[in-house]
């Protein structure tokens, strides 16, 4: 779960570019440089957390507890104080102490992440509440969220929102906009249908229509089956495994189960040809491997009791995940859920210890405790882009590109730099 703070940074830019031409941008050089933010000690990781601060926190507090180790009372400190008073999140605030203002761009996504985490971690519930309902406050008409509140839906903040809501207590389908539209419908509206051509792409879910079309995304499916089957980052190993299959058709009108075990066909069917998923990065036009959107494929097949249809995937992961997840808590803490959802020891993932390499990225945490209920934290207990690649991709994707071919499809899931 590491793409997202990319897809993130260009949902933002084409908001705040709305207007500007492409030739206008094209123009316009970017600006030079600044020197990122000082890293706050109680966060994890090193790099600048301008888009990913409170996302890779998150995955990192929720990764620790899922191991049963309590995490640092400054890492937790740090997370609860970037909530604004509204109860939402912004991607990063340097100045916590200062109260945010109307002018500070909240972040649904992390606000959904952060929601999740501190729920896990427990004690929090005003600020899970505070969360919840700043949440439901940006729900779009559609049912739907976007990354930016008040921009049109998107297939991934909404299936991560949704999710959010499931883990915090509420029922997705009772949650609905002033429209009268559930948070499932929202969800339902970016899935491709019996219809789709090619046919391979039906049950996936789309970003967001481009020219009144959706394009199959293996970011906004895979949040997407996981928000459909009511689970988040953290998944309960289950008992029961059958092979995925493709989406039945005729599909019935919102069968969000129905919905959730298409999704998880499309992907199934995705890893097959390398066993694990590709993309096209900016600039290239070749595919290479996408390790983090794998690892939600993997995470998001594993909620839906098809682990052995992942199997090949988490094998790959095993032996190709070193360099992406190196130093970055984000990438860690999804190997580590990953791990967890598939019975995996995480302290022995392809000879690799991702709990110890995850507390070296942050502040130590306290003494081992028993481990968590794991029924209790799946019911109510996907490594956002870090480094110096994102203080230039506001500037490098113009708001034209962004909305002609869609954020989920330029980025291909939530980490570019990091994963190849």
Request: aromatic residues 4%; neutral net charge; hydrophobic residues 45%.
């Amino acid at each position: 779960m590491n793409v997202r703070r990319s897809a993130a940074a260009l949902a933002a830019s084409a908001v705040l570019c709305v207007g500007a031409a492409p030739a206008a941008l094209a123009d316009t050089p970017p600006p030079s440089p600044s020197a990122p933010p000082v890293v706050p000690s109680g966060l994890f990781g090193k790099a600048d957390p301008t888009y990913d601060g409170v996302w890779r926190q998150s995955l990192a507090l929720l990764a620790q507890r899922t191991v049963g180790l309590k995490p640092a009372p400054q890492a937790v400190d740090w997370l609860t104080g970037q909530q604004c008073a509204n109860g939402g999140f912004a991607s990063f605030r340097a100045d916590a102490a200062k109260a945010c203002e109307a002018t500070t761009m909240l972040d649904t996504n992390a606000t959904a992440m952060a929601v999740q985490a501190l729920k896990a971690l427990g004690g929090k519930d005003e600020a899970v509440k505070k969360g919840v309902d700043w949440l439901k406050s940006v729900q779009n008409e559609d049912g739907g969220w976007a990354y930016v509140p008040g921009s049109p839906s998107e297939g991934s903040s909404t299936a991560i929102v949704t999710s959010a809501l499931a883990v915090a207590g509420e029922k997705p389908a009772d949650v609905k906009s002033k429209a009268g539209k559930s948070a499932h419908d929202g969800l339902l509206a970016f899935q491709l249908g019996c219809s789709t051509e090619p046919a391979a792409d039906r049950g996936a879910f789309g970003y967001q229509p481009a020219d009144g079309k959706l394009a199959a995304n293996a970011d906004a499916t895979a949040a997407a089956a996981l928000a459909a089957v009511g689970k988040g980052a953290l998944v309960a190993p289950a008992g029961a495994d059958t092979p995925a299959t493709a989406l039945t058709c005729p599909a019935t009108a919102g069968d969000v189960a129905g919905a959730a075990q298409g999704a998880a066909g499309y992907l199934a069917e995705a890893l097959k040809k390398d066993g694990h998923l590709t993309a096209v990065t900016p600039g290239a036009d070749q595919p290479t491997a996408d390790t983090g959107n794998t690892a939600d494929a993997v995470l998001a097949l594993a909620a839906t009791g098809h682990r052995q249809s992942a199997a090949p995937a988490l094998e790959w992961l095993k032996g190709n995940t070193a360099q992406w997840s190196q130093g970055n808590p984000a990438a860690l803490g999804t190997l580590i859920l990953v791990a967890h959802a598939t019975g995996t020891d995480p302290k022995a993932f392809g000879g690799a210890d991702l709990v110890s390499a995850l507390n070296a990225t942050g502040p130590a945490p306290q003494q081992a405790e028993a481990k968590p209920n794991e029924a209790k934290g799946d019911k109510g207990d996907k490594a956002k882009d870090q480094g110096s690649g994102n203080q230039n991709v506001w500037w490098i994707v113009g708001a034209g590109a962004a909305a002609g071919m869609g954020i989920g499809i330029l980025l291909s899931g939530r980490r570019k730099k990091n994963q190849l």
